[in-house]
């Protein structure tokens, strides 16, 4: 049985183990990145193919007489066409659950930026700002204590569950918003309520028709002018030039984002622009601790294996 794995740079596979991956099918081929124009003729004596960003499309689907099974190295399905693949009987597989602690972790590094503003100093101590100081210390950036504070958390599957007990760990009260579903869930509260309260506003809900752009001007118009808005679920929960425009204006504190609609973004993203007041953007790096992307490798090693199982039975 042949496989393939489409875009093994998004997960640089030299500092995992892949020996469990390696031995899960007879034969494997392994490629860094993959274009485009590049994906039928790679995936045409596939039985199983690996992608994390690589699209397979209803026509590149159709066109693989082989293609038994898609795994999907991420949580999220919306680079293959689902439709296509279910009319040919071909499983999509993907991983959920992985990457936890490292984004959970991520998420509170950002919050703890934006309230400490320790970057901003430390980069003022590197230009020698500290040197020519007066006094002993520098007082040049308002400083948040959190204890205290009000963290409202959008989302509360296992992320946003994690992020709240990082909260609780300093003090901070929690606010959870009302599901999207509909359904009624004790402990929750009216988003209204939660942005009118929250001085952190932690994004972890996924991306669908009623949180596309969610974060809107009027989202942003009624958080507290001292709030931070933190992202590291999706970006397309954000109208971007709504959030650089309440920036601009002094709408809200600040914000810290791990995700963008595009990724990678063109360089003249609103979000990108040099004279944005205090917005801190990672590059998608949330997840990609070591021990998580090896959590992910292992759990696409398992659906190989239990699809296998389930072919032979």
């Not at 992985?98 to 950002?110: D, E, I, N, R, V």
């Not at 929750?188 to 001007?217: G, I, Q």
């Not at 109208?239 to 973004?265: F, R, W, Y």
């Not at 622009?273 to 990672?282: D, F, M, Q, R, S």
Request: glycine share 8%.
């Amino acid at each position: 049985m042949r496989g393939v794995f489409l875009d093994t740079s998004t997960m640089k596979l030299e500092e995992l183990d892949t020996s469990a991956l390696e031995k899960s099918l007879d034969h494997w081929a392994f490629f860094e990145t993959t274009a485009p124009g590049e994906t039928a003729q790679r995936i045409a004596d596939a039985e199983v193919v690996i992608t994390n960003k690589v699209v397979l499309d209803r026509a590149l689907i159709e066109d693989a007489p082989n293609l038994r099974l898609i795994c999907v190295c991420a949580t999220g399905t919306n680079n293959v066409d689902l439709g296509a693949a279910a009319e040919k009987n071909i499983p999509v597989l993907n991983v959920s659950g992985y990457t936890g602690s490292s984004l959970a972790q991520h998420t509170l590094a950002l919050i703890l930026a934006l309230a400490t503003r320790w970057h901003q100093y430390d980069a003022d101590v590197k230009a020698g700002r500290w040197s020519e100081s007066k006094i002993f210390c520098r007082l040049d950036y308002p400083v948040l204590e959190l204890a205290g504070k009000t963290l409202g958390i959008i989302g509360y599957g296992d992320l946003g569950q994690k992020v709240a007990k990082l909260g609780e760990a300093l003090g901070m009260r929690i606010l959870v918003a009302d599901s999207f579903s509909g359904e009624q869930k004790p402990g929750r509260v009216p988003l209204a309520k939660l942005l009118a309260e929250s001085d952190v506003v932690s994004l972890h809900c996924p991306l669908t028709e009623h949180t596309d752009k969610l974060v809107n001007h009027s989202f942003l118009a009624s958080m507290k002018n001292s709030a931070f808005l933190i992202n590291t679920a999706r970006g397309g929960l954000v109208d971007e030039p709504a959030l650089a425009d309440a920036l601009h204006k002094g709408e809200i504190a600040g914000a810290a984002l791990d995700v963008l609609g595009v990724e990678p973004p063109p360089a003249d993203h609103p979000l990108l622009a040099a004279n944005i007041p205090n917005l801190i953007i990672t590059p998608h790096n949330a997840w990609i601790s070591r021990e998580s992307r090896q959590r992910l490798l292992n759990g696409v090693v398992r659906n190989i294996i239990d699809w296998k199982a389930q072919e032979r039975d």
